[in-house]
T-cell receptor, first 110, second 110 residues
Framework: RKEVEQDPGPFNVPEGATVAFNCTYSNSASQSFFWYRQDCRKEPKLLMSVYSSGNEDGRFTAQLNRASQYISLLIRDSKLSDSATYLC???????????FGTGTRLTVIP | DAGITQSPRHKVTETGTPVTLRCHQT?????MYWYRQDPGHGLRLIHY???????DKGEVSDGYSVSRSKTEDFLLTLESATSSQTSVYFC?????????FGPGTRLTVT
């Protein structure tokens, strides 16, 4: 069983739409949670950390459900520039042991 | 910008030849990592370093070795490249609980 599982998509949504991605993780001892964004042929970049209480950064909202071992990312008012692959990342002990999902591809259509 | 560079950015080599990839950071981070990224897989950890001359294996270390003689440089060596090592290689550093990536090296083994 993979440590982190994501729906690979692709998700094709119109500009202005709201889209949600989900991710599950297998290790209940996981302690840190992140969403990264990766553009085509580029490196992954940290989008946001995910906190137990949920957190928001502009149009992006991340939620964590420890009981269900589930993480989500909500993007409101999608922009063309949001087109990318979104990676769910889970860590167990500090930053020395991060596990990456395979990513969910989002295309925002004009 | 995490101040990470990788060289070369692209390389084509033949099966059986040795290859060394270099990661250079400018911000004196203690932890450095090498990952590979392949379709259908999340980023997978090859080796990591927690200080000069201190390294440890990751999930997919077979066929790879690393060295870190200076804080700023972390080298990944493929002693005898195989076609299965065709991949995109990313170097990363950790700051806090998250990791930050270099631009990647595309390696093709023919």
């Amino acid at each position: 069983r993979k440590e982190v599982e994501q729906d690979p998509g692709p998700f094709n949504v119109p500009e202005g739409a709201t889209v949600a991605f989900n991710c599950t993780y297998s290790n209940s001892a996981s302690q840190s949670f992140f969403w990264y964004r990766q553009d085509c042929r580029k490196e992954p970049k940290l989008l946001m950390s995910v906190y137990s209480s949920g957190n928001e950064d502009g149009r992006f909202t991340a939620q964590l459900n420890r009981a269900s071992q589930y993480i989500s990312l909500l993007i409101r008012d999608s922009k063309l520039s949001d087109s990318a692959t979104y990676l769910c990342v889970v860590g167990q002990t500090g930053a020395n042991n991060l596990f990456f999902g395979t990513g969910t591809r989002l295309t925002v259509i004009p | 910008d995490a101040g990470i560079t990788q060289s070369p950015r692209h390389k084509v080599t033949e099966t059986g030849t040795p290859v060394t990839l270099r990661c250079h950071q400018t911000e004196n981070h203690r932890y450095m990592y090498w990952y590979r990224q392949d379709p259908g897989h999340g980023l997978r950890l090859i080796h990591y370093s927690y200080g000069v001359k201190d390294t440890d294996k990751g999930e997919v270390s077979d066929g790879y070795s690393v060295s870190r003689s200076k804080t700023e440089d972390f080298l990944l060596t493929l002693e005898s490249a195989t076609s299965s090592q065709t991949s995109v290689y990313f170097c990363a550093i950790s700051a806090g609980e998250a990791q930050y990536f270099g631009p990647g090296t595309r390696l093709t083994v023919t």
